[in-house]
């Protein structure tokens, strides 16, 4: 059971008031075009209630991502001719984006490059603002040594089982099971290392940082889908962006985010009377609805 609640909103407030998030993502390689994730990351972010959110993505496809989302604004990265990042004048922009930002996506469809590499390595360097760590970007940190110095920030993994594996891997973590005992033994001990919060998705997430944990009671196979941890990742930085203080802590607005995100699912399935099917997009819109129940009275 989740005890914490969100704080009520402003009636008075406006956009300037409820946080700004960053999303970097997305790939514009020849090999692999991918747009979606971070359009639905930023959807993530917008549905959580944010007040302004911008997407730091390839050049070539930054227009595009705005089709999708056109209440978010563009931030074009730096290509070569083949569509890959130029390292240093992406970390430019994307330092330039964490001063602005309340808290930073890194990620979502980004492709595997030495771009991403630098990206998501100065990432987890800067402190000016939390960054939520996620898909490509996690598997880029896996493949660094001695990851543990490189966190300086406040920092949020949120890997699924597969790219847990690749961290733990690197990091000399003992593999996990699909056993809740497991699972939560082998997040606790990724915060610990690292000293951030870990989200570990799956059946009953769990979210720790090290010392305190929460396992979500929902299981909801409807979230089995696409772009599902996009929007998460975005929900997250939302209510960060709009929450974080001394009534609520990091830890706390991640464990609601995961909670309404289930609950969004769950009520998908409700109304549809299916177990599958729903989209990404759809799960977004549901957020609102859920994040609402869990305010305070």
Known sequence: MLHVRLSRRDP????????????????????????????LAALGALRAG???????????????CLTLVPSAMAIPLACDGTGSLIPHESVASVDALSQWASALVIGPGMGRSEGVTAI?????????????????????????PDLAREVRGKVI?????GEFARLA???G??????????RQSGAEALAQRLGIIVVLKGAGTVVTDGQNTWTC???????????????????????IAQHRGPRTSLLDLVCIAVEAHAVAGETWAQCHHASGGMLASELAGLIPRTLEELREE
């Open 12 to 39: 008075e407030g406006h956009k300037g008031h409820f946080g700004q998030v960053g999303v970097v993502g997305g790939c514009a390689h020849v090999s692999s075009l991918m747009i979606g994730a971070p359009a």
């Open 50 to 64: 944010c007040g302004l959110v911008r997407i730091a993505s390839p050049m070539p496809i930054a227009n595009e």
């Open 120 to 144: 998501s390595l100065r990432g987890i360097q800067q402190d000016h603002c939390p960054v939520i760590v996620d898909a490509d970007a996690l598997n880029a940190l896996a493949e660094v």
């Open 157 to 161: 993994f949120t890997p699924h089982p």
């Open 169 to 171: 891997k690197g990091l």
């Open 173 to 182: 973590i003992a593999p996990i099971t699909h056993d809740s005992a497991s």
């Open 217 to 239: 009671g929902h299981s909801v196979p409807t979230l089995a889908i696409p772009g599902s941890g996009d929007v998460l990742a975005g929900v997250i930085a939302g209510l």
